[in-house]
């Protein structure tokens, strides 16, 4: 008979972060648990720099890591991204699964910071490709019946899964009286 060895589980580490002010509070659970489970790094030295702002490619990241999808060969299609760039596997694993689209210009502007109504475009897509949720539910959510003062500032793609995630809580703490939807998303709020 063959005996296995039993499997010699790793030690959870807990990551802690110095600059976590009271601040950015309401990411700070998220923070934490994405940073341990490798899907969001810090900036070194115990430094998450929550207010930083944080680019499209770096939202493709967390998303395809997220979800554990596996990463792809860059195949092209957008004139701003090359095969070698870090990112180009995040950014087709990300096409790929329908989670984030280029521009019209045929650019995906990788470096660019990612804004409110852009990132929850993503999460909604997250949530009905992890099987969370089902893209009829999203599109029944409405802007007229949020309760955020600049409603009607939400662009008509991202207005459905704007107003799921508010009905569900996601932007306690970010977005209170004002969505903002133009507003670039900082590292706290990615998480």
Known sequence: PVVEEPAVEEPVVAVVFTDITEDFDFAKTAIEAMA??????????????????????QFCKIAVVSLGYELVEYKGGFSDVKAADWFAPYVQAAVDNGLFKGYP?????????INRQEAALVAANAAVKAGKVEQTRINIFTMDKSDYEDNLSVAPWAANAVAWLEAQGVFTGVAEDNFEPTKVVNRAEAA
């Open 105 to 113: 210009d045929g650019t995906f502007k990788p470096a660019q910071a």
């Open 36 to 57: 341990q489970k490798k899907i969001l790094d810090g900036m070194g030295n115990g430094i998450f720099a929550p207010a930083g702002n944080f680019t499209r490619a």
